[in-house]
């Protein structure tokens, strides 16, 4: 919002569309919505505001941890799956939710997802997973994966590690259905609401989804959050945003 030929109000309605519409919106349709004069400044203007859905001092995950990864676009010939290591035509993203027990009114025992922190990653190794771990997941937390080999003793370091080892594919959501479910509604707003999305610029996306699930039960919240967290945000110039993000 700093220095932008954009008047304030039109800041302040994109942001509420931003934080409240349901499916989130499109360049395209915010520009739209704003009479705006193209796409671009559409574009530009959501990427400031996903600039500032990121609060530097949030406290990490606690508690119990699904974590899991999943490759986003693509498809492309050669390898797949977590082998397979970021290029122009997928990403690899490390995701980890927070999972809250508690009992229906039947008694019975339940759990839902709580927080979530997504990160896009060159690969799926232990150190990789490591560094994950260690910047959004709080010591002392009980991670729960599946047997893949990067969840190794040297990534879970500080940890109580529960793995469970699946024979086939199909069964991988028994072991971590929340982090799946995230998965499977991120592909589905990526492809749905912006029509896919380019890697160079996916860790953006990937900072508003987090921040939109984080907030999916407190919409005006999440509103107002976001123009607190804005106003500290140093300016973000596009010559800057097209420039970082060069593969």
């Known amino acids: 919002m700093h220095r932008s030929h954009i008047p304030i109000r039109e800041w302040f309605w994109a942001a509420y569309l931003v934080a409240t519409h349901t499916p989130g919106i499109s360049a395209a349709q915010l520009q739209r919505q704003l009479g705006i004069g193209s ?7 959501l990427h400031r505001l996903r600039k500032g859905m990121v609060n ?6 606690s508690g119990l941890i699904e974590a899991d990864e999943s490759t986003i676009g693509g498809p492309a010939k050669g390898k797949r ?4 290591t970021a290029a122009k035509h997928k990403s690899l993203v490390i995701g980890a939710v927070e999972v809250i027990a508690y009992e229906n009114k039947q008694g019975k025992r339940c759990e839902r997802a709580g927080r979530l922190r997504l990160s896009t990653v060159e690969n799926a190794g232990a150190v990789t997973i490591r560094d994950f771990l260690a910047r959004n997941v709080e010591a002392g937390s009980t991670v729960r994966t599946d047997g ?9 370091v500080g ?3 529960r793995v469970r080892v699946v024979r086939t594919p199909e069964r ?5 259905p929340h982090v799946h479910r995230v998965f499977s509604n991120l592909k589905a707003w990526l492809n749905g609401t912006h029509h896919g999305v ?3 610029y996916l860790q953006r996306y990937l900072d508003e989804f987090v921040f939109r699930f984080n907030r ?9 959050t976001l123009l607190g967290i804005s106003t500290q945000k140093a300016p973000l110039p596009l010559r800057d945003l097209v420039v970082l993000s060069q593969p």
């Open 81 to 84: 799956g977590r082998g397979v």
């Open 148 to 156: 893949w080999p990067g969840y190794s003793d040297e990534a879970l």
């Open 56 to 61: 530097e001092t949030r406290s990490p995950l």
């Open 172 to 176: 991988a959501h028994q072991v971590a």
């Open 216 to 224: 999916r039960n407190t919409p005006m919240a999440a509103f107002q």
């Open 39 to 45: 796409d671009t400044t559409a574009w530009h203007m």
């Open 198 to 200: 380019e890697p160079r």
């Open 159 to 161: 940890y109580t590690h």
